[in-house]
């Protein structure tokens, strides 16, 4: 597999920074955005275990736990993918050298924050300007390039960071609903990205590596249908206004889902990692929408199952994938991965599932999902920490 995916392929030439893990936004947020996944799944299981001592986050553990999770790790990974992105995207350099190091203190320095329990205000001060700044970054380089086709992620961080305000408002005013309504909601923003991004990706690198012909493409109004559906759930889930009509939507996606997935499928990708770990991270998808629409009638599914079912195996299985191949690809290196990287996609499915079997196993499957997961992220740190701190293989800069 060396095929060059059209969302994120080799960058146009520009002057090196002088430290590799400068050079493009993907080398720190990746290694980092990574190690924090780890620490954070590990310090929240010994809080569940109760041996978390006198540690006490902003907000209380649980607070910290459901804000971290997408406002801390997936946002991190999501400005290193973006960030290097938009250089394809429009044919100009991406961020680097000082810029870079600026825009990744401001997140070590949130996640540092609330880990240590610094004030609310100076904590809120940092925390809300991240996301903003991600946004100027990606919506400047795409205005001055006239990329209108990539506005929609530009909106979408936008709407993230009114998640996080609304979140930081719950803890400010001690409204625990609040501070979940916007963590949740931040959570199927998220989901749009993984329907906008692995709608574009996934079939291209299928499609590539398998050597096969350009299937026709879905009508655009499938792609429009499945973004909208997405921000409508994560307004009623900000709002707090989730009732029995919410099965619509979530049915709706769950169609939509599944009919990508069947276009998708063949059975020449469980011969490839790279291929058969995307797969299984966007089964995720129908996954939770189909538990969040059987919670959503009243029957006995509680909606944690759906969010958890979409936050372990969708999100951080796509993201582990995502992150697999974009540093080999970055880093001038063949498609192909270290075989310990099978057994960290495997990982990381297999603690999902866990994760949904807890009404049947108890605070078992909490400590499997959370050994699944900090297994999956270590592996990675293992196979490509070094990548990432290394120049390019092939000379180029980036």
């Known amino acids: ?47 569940l275990s109760g041996h978390s001592g006198n540690w006490s986050p902003l907000g209380g553990v649980l607070a910290w736990h459901r804000h971290e999770m997408p406002f801390g790790f997936a946002v991190a990974i999501l400005a290193g993918f973006l960030l290097t992105a938009v250089q394809n995207w429009t044919g100009r350099p991406g961020l680097s050298g000082r810029p870079l190091i600026a825009l990744f203190a401001l ?17 809120a001060i940092i925390e809300l300007t991240f996301l903003p700044a991600v946004a100027w970054v990606l919506g400047r380089q795409l205005w001055q390039a006239r990329q209108t086709r990539n506005y929609p992620m530009v909106a979408i961080m936008l709407l993230m960071a009114a998640c996080d305000a609304l979140s930081m408002s719950g803890l400010a005013m001690g409204n625990d609903a609040l501070q979940r309504n916007g ?69 709706a996606l769950t169609v939509l889902h599944g009919v990508r997935l069947w276009r998708w499928y063949t059975h020449g990708v469980w011969g490839v990692p790279l291929l058969w770990s995307l797969m299984l991270a966007y089964a995720w998808m129908p996954i939770a929408t189909t538990l969040m629409a059987l919670h959503s009638i009243n029957l006995p599914v509680a909606a944690s199952l759906g969010h958890h079912a979409l936050a372990v195996g969708g999100l951080g299985g796509l993201i582990l994938a995502m992150m697999a191949r974009v540093s080999l690809g970055h880093s001038g290196r063949p498609l192909v991965p270290s075989s310990l990287m099978s057994i960290a996609f495997a990982a990381i499915h297999l603690g999902a599932l866990a994760r949904l079997l807890v009404p ?30 290394s120049a390019r293989a092939d000379g180029q800069p980036g």
């Open 360 to 389: 049947i196993i108890g605070s078992t499957g909490l400590m499997l999902a959370a050994t699944g997961w900090a297994l999956a992220f270590t592996l990675f740190i293992a196979c490509y920490g070094r990548i990432l701190l």
């Open 1 to 47: 597999m060396h095929d060059k995916p059209s969302l994120i392929s080799n960058a146009p030439s520009h002057p090196a920074a002088p430290v590799p893990l400068w050079r493009l936004g993907f080398r720190p947020f990746f290694l980092f955005g990574s190690a924090f996944a780890v620490v954070a799944l590990l310090l929240w299981s010994l809080a």
């Open 107 to 123: 997140w070590l320095c949130a996640r540092l924050a609330w880990l240590g329990g610094i004030p609310l205000a100076i904590t």
């Open 183 to 251: 963590a949740l909601a931040a959570l199927w923003l998220l989901a749009c990205l993984m329907w906008a991004i692995g709608g574009r990706v996934i079939p291209f690198f299928i499609q590539r590596g398998l050597n096969l012909p350009a299937s026709a493409p879905l009508p655009a109004w499938v792609d429009v249908l499945g973004l909208g559906l997405g921000i409508l759930v994560a307004i009623t889930l900000a709002l707090g206004l989730a009732g029995i009509w919410l099965a619509l939507p979530f049915t």
